[in-house]
Nanobody, 127 residues
C-alpha cells in the first residue's frame, strides 16, 4: 500500500472555502489516479472527485459540481481539492486514495476499488 497524507481541513462558516491537500509519501504519485472521498457522520463513504495522471477529471456528486475543483501537480507530488461555497451538508471526513496496479490510473467512484488511503481530514461547515 502507498502512503497518502491529507491536510487542510477545519471549521468554516457556510459559504466559506477550504483547500484540501493530498501528499504522497515515499512514492511518486505522478502515474496514479487519485480519488477524493468523504464520509458524513452515520453515512457511507462516497466518491467526490477523481483525477487521472494526465489531468482528466471525474466528478461524482452533483451537489458539489461547480463548487469543488480537483487538481494536481505531479512535480509537487500533491493533489488538491478546492472547495468553495461550502454548505453544512459538506461536513464530514475527507479522504484521498489510490488504486493498485494495473488499474492505478483509472478513476472510480467506489471506495472498494481503492486500497491505499490517507488518514482523513475533518471538514466542518457550521455557523
Amino acid at each position: 500500500q502507498l502512503r497518502l497524507v491529507e491536510s487542510g481541513g477545519g471549521l468554516v462558516q457556510p459559504g466559506g472555502s477550504l483547500r484540501l491537500s493530498c501528499a504522497a509519501s515515499g512514492f511518486r504519485l505522478g502515474s496514479y489516479a487519485i480519488g477524493w472521498f468523504r464520509q458524513a457522520p452515520g453515512m457511507e463513504r462516497e466518491g467526490v472527485s477523481c483525477i487521472r495522471s494526465g489531468g482528466g477529471v471525474n466528478n461524482y456528486v452533483d451537489p458539489v459540481k461547480g463548487r469543488f475543483t480537483i487538481s494536481r501537480d505531479n512535480a509537487k507530488n500533491t493533489v488538491w481539492l478546492q472547495m468553495s461555497s461550502l454548505e453544512p451538508e459538506d461536513t464530514g471526513v475527507y479522504y484521498c486514495a489510490a488504486r493498485p496496479a494495473p488499474v492505478h490510473d483509472l478513476c472510480s467512484r467506489y471506495p472498494t476499488n481503492f486500497d491505499s488511503w490517507g488518514q482523513g481530514t475533518q471538514v466542518t461547515v457550521s455557523s
